[in-house]
């Protein structure tokens, strides 16, 4: 049982009373949640809001490019779906795939819808109708950053328009566009429409959230922390080193130059290894210089490891290997059983499920395209793959 002398009471997240003394103390300690998006919808607009600032999609983007971990697991998964790419189960409908648009063709479209989705939880496809509404004549790919929906119909509880704007940050400036969302009924009056497609979500009608979405906050401390480090290297002498100086105390624009000069002298990792020289009339009035030891230097591998760890659990890869990641040991030759058996449960628990929801789309487009009977299938990848496929021929 807790005495009064140390009972606290907490009064929020910032400030807790000492029941002894009656005393309030405050305390830094803000709860870090995931950084999650706001679907809102305002008074001026046609479009929800995707996120306060309706900009969360880019900041996704900054995750996926900032981040060599998140990004690394994202294109290994952008890997595994598309794997050798779509083919249809009879071979002689393969034809129908050389063409999607003029410039590309289905699997041109589905690499770059794969990465949206692996990246946003989601993906859109502009859909552009025949003359006589009867057919898909082209599909294109849409940066799903660029896309917001429009308000639900209260008949239905369907969204029946989306928007288009390039940057979403002027979109006063640069007008967004409205496209109505795919429907073949009304191909004809709208032959130019929007396939949005995200996984179902019971917090989400709107928008999805990435799959990745509970590693929110450990991306970006990864990003932080290489901030951290390459800041340290490139200011590597302030916390490294203690000098004293004996020899009486300068004016401060003298203090100021020579401050300068070791600073600039010693800093940065292209000055890293060079010898400091100091000059002095005798060991008295000699500098000194005193090694600052490097306070938890065992807490950033410990956090590198954790941050690794995490991130991976994010994307649900539950080895590293499967990266190209091993710590010790002879190299992957040591590991293949283990590499082989991450890889089948790879396969199956992740690969396979996206695969299966993104080809549920892309046959239902098939079919609209005028081959219902042209089923889609995706060949994986082999982990190992022969050493005649692997060099080309002389």
């Not at 003394?21 to 995931?34: L, Q, V």
């Not at 949206?116 to 109708?129: E, M, S, T, V």
């Not at 429907?183 to 004809?188: G, K, Q």
Request: with cysteine.
């Amino acid at each position: 049982m807790l005495s009064k002398t140390s009972c606290f009471i907490f009064k929020n997240n910032k400030t807790f009373i000492n029941m002894a003394t009656n005393k309030k103390y405050a305390f830094s300690a803000d709860r870090i949640e995931p950084n999650l998006p706001v679907f809102s919808e305002k008074v001026d607009q046609k479009w929800i809001s995707f996120g306060d600032d309706n900009n969360w999609p880019n900041y996704v983007v900054s995750l996926y490019n900032g981040s060599a971990m998140n990004r690394t697991a994202i294109i290994s998964k952008q890997d595994g779906v598309i794997g050798q790419g779509l083919k249809t189960k009879n071979e002689e409908d393969n034809f129908v795939l050389k063409r999607a648009n003029p410039e590309e063709s289905w699997n041109d479209v589905f690499d770059k819808v794969t990465l949206d989705y692996l990246i946003f939880g989601g993906f859109a496809l502009n859909i552009i109708w025949s003359n006589d509404g009867t057919t898909i004549a082209e599909i294109y790919h849409l940066d799903f950053s660029r896309i917001r929906s429009g308000n639900t119909n209260p008949l239905t509880n369907k969204v029946d328009s989306y928007f288009y704007c390039a940057d979403w940050g002027k979109y006063k400036k640069n007008k967004p566009l409205e496209f109505p969302t795919f429907n073949p009924t009304t191909a004809v009056e709208q032959p130019s429409q929007i396939r949005y497609f995200f996984d179902y979500n019971p917090s989400s009608l709107f928008y999805p959230f990435p799959s990745y979405s509970g590693g929110l906050n450990d991306i970006q401390i990864d990003i932080e922390v290489s901030k951290f480090h390459i800041n340290n290297l490139a200011n590597g002498l302030t916390p490294g080193l203690f000098i004293a100086l004996n020899n009486g105390i300068p004016d401060p624009d003298a203090r100021m130059e020579i401050y300068d000069e070791i600073t600039m002298g010693g800093r940065g990792s292209e000055n890293a290894g060079k010898p400091f020289i100091a000059f002095s009339e005798d060991k008295e009035h000699a500098p000194e210089v005193t090694p600052i030891a490097a306070v938890n230097s065992d807490y950033y591998i410990q956090l590198d490891a954790r941050i690794t760890s995490r991130i991976l659990s994010a994307h649900r890869i539950t080895s590293p290997l499967l990266l190209g990641l091993y710590h010790g040991g002879s190299g992957f030759s040591s590991s293949a059983d283990e590499i082989m058996v991450a890889y089948s449960h790879f396969i199956s628990t992740v690969i396979r499920p996206i695969q299966k929801s993104m080809l549920k789309v892309f046959d239902n487009l098939m079919m609209y395209r005028g081959y219902p009977e042209a089923e889609l299938y995706i060949e994986q990848n082999k982990i190992v793959e022969s050493k005649e496929n692997a060099i080309a021929e002389e």
